[in-house]
């Protein structure tokens, strides 16, 4: 099991050989929008969802460094969290699988054990990671370090990844996204789940601004996480960011009627279906500022998407 170690903030990225093959930088694809347009906006889908084809988006991002340093402390087991329909989940399980550690993933709910896998969670275990079923009250509390010893005590010594792999090296890791973009637009949107990506993204984006746009109700505490982050990470606060919690539509991984018609129109328009837990809240988020006047006109707008279909990462 051979990977880079993890680089330093401002080479991270530099150039170290990648044993996952991800296509790096992921390309950015400018789309006609009449309804943008007509606000003298202009779109462009910076395809983060095509960077890997198992570790797809921010994950692949935020994975990476956390992955070298793993290795590098000679760790053969991952153990992390999510929720049954963890993104992350699926992720760590491929990387596992590519790489070679075992992997464990605890999951937010032991109602769960007990009924068929879902998809994702199917994926997960196909990928040969072992699922945890806790009730929600342990999983609450997954970061003491009473619950976290109990689960070395069971699995045997592990590299620990926070649920949705946001830690320092997750935000260090996605920063190149931020230098990919730098110089290329003017406001970057990208969701937000747990802060990891926002936080690197507006890190190395230099003078454009990051708009998060919460995939949660009430997710306008992910800023005190994304400035944590951003302080363990680099020392302090980076960059130009700011959230916009309006458009979580119920909540995680639920939606509204406006929000699937905007989805299918936009799939129609561009040809791209987008993931509808993260990147469609994200998309209508965009359309809705352009509508409001909030962006001047002549502004580059450049949007992460981090999935394109119902099985996609955000």
């Known amino acids: 099991m051979t990977l880079p170690p993890p680089a330093a903030p401002e080479s991270a990225g530099s150039g170290a050989a990648d044993p996952l093959d991800a296509r790096l930088p992921s390309p950015l694809v400018e789309v006609a ?15 983060d969802d ?15 460094l956390n992955l070298a340093a793993a290795a590098e402390a ?3 087991t991952l153990l992390t969290f999510g929720g049954a329909y963890s993104n992350h989940l699926r992720a760590t ?3 596992g699988r590519l790489l070679g550690f075992r992997t464990v993933g605890v999951v ?14 199917a994926r997960a275990a196909a990928d040969g990671m072992r699922l945890e079923f806790v009730d929600r009250a342990t999983y ?10 109990a689960l070395t005590d069971r699995f045997g010594p592990a590299y620990v990844l926070p649920e949705g792999g946001s830690n320092a090296l997750a935000a260090v890791g996605a920063a190149e996204l931020g230098r990919e973009l730098d110089g290329e637009a003017d406001v970057v949107a990208v969701a937000v789940g747990t802060g990891g990506t926002l936080a690197g993204l507006a890190a190395g984006l230099g003078r454009a601004e990051a708009i998060g746009f919460p995939v949660l109700r009430g997710g306008g505490f992910l800023a005190a996480e994304v400035l944590r982050l951003q302080e ?24 509204t009627p406006e929000l699937d018609a905007f989805t299918a129109d936009f799939a129609v328009r561009h040809r791209l279906r987008p993931e509808p837990v993260y990147v469609a809240k994200m998309l209508h988020g965009v359309h809705t500022l352009a509508e409001e006047g909030v ?14 279909g119902p099985g996609g990462t955000g």
């Open 295 to 308: 962006f001047p006109p002549g502004t580059r707008v450049a949007a992460v998407i981090t999935g394109t």
């Open 140 to 149: 609450r509390r997954k970061a003491e370090p009473e619950t976290l010893a």
């Open 232 to 255: 363990e990470a680099f020392g302090g606060r980076r960059g130009r960011w700011r959230l916009d919690d309006r458009f979580h539509h119920g909540g995680y991984a639920r939606t």
């Open 50 to 64: 095509l960077i890997h084809p198992d570790l797809p988006g921010n994950k692949y991002r935020k994975l990476r």
């Open 33 to 47: 929008d009449e309804r943008l347009a007509a606000r003298g906006v202009r779109l462009a889908l910076k395809r």
């Open 74 to 76: 000679g760790h053969t």
């Open 108 to 121: 937010r709910g032991d109602e769960l054990a007990d009924r068929p896998l879902n998809p994702s969670l």
């Open 93 to 95: 399980a491929a990387a």
